[in-house]
């Protein structure tokens, strides 16, 4: 093989990353699982487990490209989303070694994509019924304070 040839990650390889991705997002998730009600932290939670799933990726990626120094390497090519919605739709147990990639994983992205959609639509019919709601400035003032607060 020349040093011009790309090296890519075994199927088992990948499953491998896959899986140490999903624990590191379920990981990060215990606060919701530790939780008796839902909670506004939620949302950060969540944020913190598409972290966690991104260090393991970037870091297997890194390992690999290490291990096959001088050739040219591609990733494991997993989905943050598809892998932190596996861990949401499971959060509760993995015991059972879901696949990183799995349906509910698929189902809980999907759901999402549909929610931001709704909420990009919601803006767009603002913006044209409302000029002042043009590109969300009536609430700039609310926003500044929220991330001022947070510091």
Same mark, same amino acid.
């Given at each position: 093989?020349?040093?011009?040839? *790309?090296?890519?990650?075994? &199927? =088992?390889?990948?499953?491998?990353?896959?899986?140490?991705?999903?624990?590191?997002? *379920? &990981?990060?998730?215990? $606060?919701?699982?530790? /939780?008796? =009600?839902?909670?506004?932290?939620?949302?950060?939670?969540?944020?913190?487990?598409?972290?966690?799933?991104? %260090? !393991?990726?970037?870091?297997? %990626?890194?390992? #690999?490209?290490?291990?096959?120094?001088?050739?040219?390497?591609?990733?494991?090519?997993?989905?943050?989303?598809?892998?932190?919605?596996?861990?949401?739709? #499971?959060?509760? %147990?993995?015991? #059972?070694? $879901?696949?990183? +990639?799995?349906?509910? /994983?698929?189902?809980? !992205?999907?759901?999402?994509? !549909?929610?931001?959609?709704?909420?990009?639509?919601? +803006?767009?019919?603002?913006? #044209?019924?409302?000029?002042?709601?043009?590109? /969300?400035? *009536?609430?700039?003032?609310?926003?500044?304070?929220?991330?001022? %607060? =947070?510091?």
């Amino acid at each position: 093989m020349s040093d011009n040839e *790309w090296v890519s990650m075994s &199927d =088992d390889e990948i499953d491998q990353v896959g899986q140490s991705a999903l624990k590191a997002a *379920w &990981d990060a998730l215990s $606060p919701i699982r530790e /939780g008796t =009600d839902a909670d506004a932290d939620d949302a950060k939670v969540i944020l913190s487990a598409f972290s966690a799933t991104r %260090d !393991v990726l970037r870091e297997a %990626d890194r390992a #690999f490209a290490e291990k096959h120094a001088g050739k040219k390497t591609h990733s494991a090519y997993l989905q943050e989303s598809l892998i932190v919605g596996t861990a949401v739709a #499971f959060v509760d %147990d993995i015991s #059972f070694n $879901p696949h990183a +990639h799995s349906i509910a /994983g698929y189902r809980m !992205v999907a759901f999402a994509r !549909v929610c931001s959609a709704l909420e990009a639509r919601s +803006h767009i019919e603002a913006m #044209f019924d409302d000029q002042s709601a043009s590109f /969300g400035s *009536w609430t700039s003032k609310k926003l500044l304070k929220e991330i001022s %607060d =947070d510091e």
